[in-house]
């Protein structure tokens, strides 16, 4: 029997709590289950498909909605740890018990926290394009909910270097992203998308406390991918993960800003893979 896929994996919901959680579940089940957690003002359609149909090639792949955003109910928590929590109960109600993680961006931040508070819920841990808590140009001043009204302009600043083989990759990159056709999520908006961008800047205040011991308590396997032109995380970021965190190992892609996965996508997904399977 086929699978499904990113672009054919029907839009499922779970009330969890007091939001009704919109998520996709795609790929062969029976194993452990691959959770992915979106970046900055992201929905489901916004996970690039080469990344999540190579993923689910091998394994159960779930991607969801935080709460307020997409086509999820509820409001989005205005802390990283919070949003966590809402994770957390979502997981709790497709009875997700234990899982590997992928955090993209935000999405990585809200991966730290789980590995930490829920570390019995975690077996393995991929950091993309993000860094710890309080660290180097990690409050994101520059950016802004007005640029949602541009997303093809903010993705291509953000994600693809000016080179102009990097370049070359821009219209393929958006494609993939109109690739689903039928029952595309509901659009992010600006207010989901400020109170989202507060979590990301209250992550980057400088903690009380020794700001890497959290790292220090998250014992998980880590692979930590960063693009060596990264201009939404400077690419410090990753060294720092990668120095705190017990058993890490990272990979930093040439000429790649902050979507370094899609860019490198055949050799990221088989370093993952790698990875995964231990």
């Known amino acids: 029997m086929a699978l499904d896929t990113h672009e054919t994996a029907p839009t499922q919901r ?24 979106n970046y900055f003002a992201a929905n489901l359609d916004n996970w690039d498909p080469t990344i999540t149909n190579g993923f689910a090639a091998e394994r159960d792949v779930i ?11 509820g409001e989005m928590p205005s802390t990283v740890a919070a949003l966590t929590k809402a994770c957390v ?10 899982f590997d993680v992928v955090g993209f961006s935000l999405g990585g931040m809200i991966a730290q926290q789980l590995a930490f508070e829920y570390p019995d819920m975690i077996r393995r841990v991929i ?20 640029e949602l009204d541009d997303e093809a302009g903010l993705l291509m600043k953000a994600f693809i270097t000016p080179s102009e083989s990097s370049q070359a990759l821009r219209r393929a990159y958006l494609e993939r992203l109109r690739l689903r056709v039928a029952d595309r ?21 400088i903690p009380p ?41 990272l990979i930093m ?3 790649a800003s902050h979507g370094a996965q899609s860019q ?6 088989a370093h993952a893979r790698i990875f995964l399977n231990g």
């Open 253 to 255: 892609y040439p000429d």
């Open 209 to 249: 406390t020794d700001r890497f011991a959290m790292l220090g308590q998250i014992h998980q396997p880590t692979l930590i991918v960063h693009g060596n032109k990264d201009v939404v995380v400077m690419p410090i970021n990753a060294f720092l993960l990668a120095e705190h965190l017990p058993n890490a190992q």
């Open 89 to 98: 109960e979502f997981c709790r109600a497709i009875d997700l018990a234990k």
């Open 264 to 269: 490198h996508a055949k050799d990221f997904l």
């Open 185 to 205: 999520d509901a659009p992010v908006s600006k207010q989901a998308a400020l109170v989202e961008l507060a979590a990301i800047r209250e992550w980057g205040l």
């Open 14 to 37: 779970v009330q969890a709590g007091n939001v009704l959680f919109a998520y996709r579940r795609f790929g062969p089940q029976g194993g452990i289950p691959l959770l992915l957690l």
């Open 127 to 146: 950091l993309l394009g993000t860094g710890p808590r309080g660290v180097e140009g990690m409050t994101f001043t520059e950016l802004s909910a007005d």
């Open 63 to 73: 991607i969801v909605d935080y709460p307020g955003m997409g086509s999820s109910s």
